[in-house]
């Protein structure tokens, strides 16, 4: 898919640490908002239904201000306000380079602590993308490397799966770390050992 000149500036810039550029606060937020919606929008209505996004129903319905079933580019770019920062990391990060992740799924996941949680929240998004051998969002037993009693551990709802959130929830702790290794344009790779090496023994 052809990426937005802009957007692929702003990649550019960010990949050898160009952060200077005096553009006005909300620049990159807005392209993420414009960039979901146009990756998103299969039937070209310029909005997002509920079938054409990853996001969970709780998560759409805080984007869908207006209740209309639809998500618009002024909506997306609401949900996205105040976010530049989680952006700039994304873009620091190899997972804007291979589109392993999906930024603004990530970002406006369902989890009350995405803004104060967001490198553990995309950490966890990865770990996810990763490993789902069939999927579903989620991680089955087998999928997760991880042992029985620690998966069991995890899997707080008691479902068989592990979700975003419940990984992000045994990781969140070390925020401040993923933080770091994000900034630091650490390799995806080396990230999910850590979450997995985490989901462990936390």
Not at 69 to 92: F, P, R, S, T, W
Not at 129 to 134: E, F
């Amino acid at each position: 898919m052809r990426i937005n000149p802009k957007l692929a500036n702003l990649q550019y810039l960010y990949a050898n640490g160009d952060t200077t550029s005096a553009l006005p606060e909300g620049t990159y937020s807005n392209l993420a908002a414009a960039k979901f919606v146009k990756d998103n929008d299969k039937n070209k209505d310029k909005s997002l239904s509920i079938d054409e996004v990853t996001l969970s129903q709780e998560a759409f319905d805080k984007l869908d201000a207006d209740k209309n079933g639809k998500i618009d580019l002024a909506e997306m770019k609401a949900g996205l306000k105040g976010q530049d920062a989680a952006i700039q990391a994304y873009y620091n990060s190899k997972a804007s380079k291979t589109g392993s992740l999906d930024l603004a799924s990530t970002l406006l996941g369902s989890s009350t602590d995405q803004t104060k949680y967001t490198y553990t929240t995309q950490a966890a998004a990865s770990f996810i993308d990763s490993k789902d051998k069939d999927k579903d969002g989620s991680l089955s037993l087998s999928e997760s490397g991880l042992s029985s009693t620690v998966f069991n551990k995890r899997d707080t709802d008691k479902d068989g799966k592990l979700s975003q959130s419940e990984i992000q929830t045994a990781i969140k702790a070390k925020e401040q770390a993923y933080g770091t290794y994000y900034n630091n344009n650490v390799s995806t790779k080396t990230i999910n050992s850590l979450t997995s090496g985490l989901l462990k023994t936390i």
